[in-house]
């Protein structure tokens, strides 16, 4: 009898633990639907909500808990959701790579895709101003690069690299930026900033020199003149 028992409780084990690793997955003839809010995010962390609807061949939402695959080719997506009314919502986190990703949405034998704009994909202009535009007493000014998406949206941690240049090789031993050539990321107005500092002598001749804004991908750039003395 004690063996008889022990057989049965390991097969109740075995079956509970087959139970367990069951997948819940949208049933034959459903149809899923996969969104993303916002359409475009920056390099480096942005972050979109990636949604799927999964509707059953009767027109109802699926089972709550049905699990939803979640698949990428640039970027980094949480690998599943469970369905709620019939949608599984994960987020989608870019990298440091621009592109267009596709995402692809998976419960069962259905799929959708849908595509999110990364960093490069989205930058159509770059704004430079300098305050001030003239250096004379103070030797130095900040430059403003404003990025910009195709709706006027400012687009935040987007690398741009600021350089300098200006009539003859006077610029080299005379102009230089404090970024040194590092690349500075937006902030959440989509604005990167640094400073142009001037050795040139205070009474020597104006001069104009050149400052311009490239982001990281070198896909867009702008650009600005500061008047020194």
């Known amino acids: 009898m004690a063996v008889r028992r022990g057989f049965l409780l390991a097969l109740a084990v075995v079956f509970l633990g ?74 989608f986190v870019s990298d440091t790579r621009s592109g267009l990703a596709t995402v692809t949405a998976r419960s069962g034998a259905v799929s959708a895709e849908t595509t999110i704009a990364v960093g490069g994909e989205l930058t159509l202009h770059v704004l430079v101003t300098a305050e001030p535009r ?48 590092r690349v500075i990321f937006t902030d959440n107005d989509g604005r990167a900033r640094d400073v142009l500092r001037t050795r040139w002598p205070r009474d020597a001749a104006a001069k104009t020199v050149t400052v311009t804004a490239t982001t990281a991908d070198g896909d867009d750039s702008g650009d600005t003149t500061v008047t020194i003395n």
Do not use: H, M, W
């Open 18 to 91: 087959t139970c367990n690793q069951a997948i819940l997955t949208a049933p034959a003839g459903s149809t899923l639907f996969v969104f993303v809010n916002p359409p475009f995010v920056a390099a480096q962390g942005g972050t979109a909500v990636v949604s799927a609807l999964v509707v059953e061949s009767i027109g109802t939402p699926v089972a709550d808990g049905t699990v939803v695959q979640f698949f990428t080719n640039l970027g980094r997506i949480e690998e599943q959701g469970k369905t709620n009314d019939g949608v599984a919502r994960v987020n």
């Open 134 to 181: 003239r250096i004379v007493d103070s030797r130095s000014s900040q430059i403003t690069a404003t990025v910009l998406d195709s709706d006027g949206n400012p687009v935040p941690n987007i690398g741009v690299y600021f350089t300098v240049s200006g009539p003859g090789a006077q610029v080299a031993s005379t102009e230089f930026l404090d970024s040194g050539g």
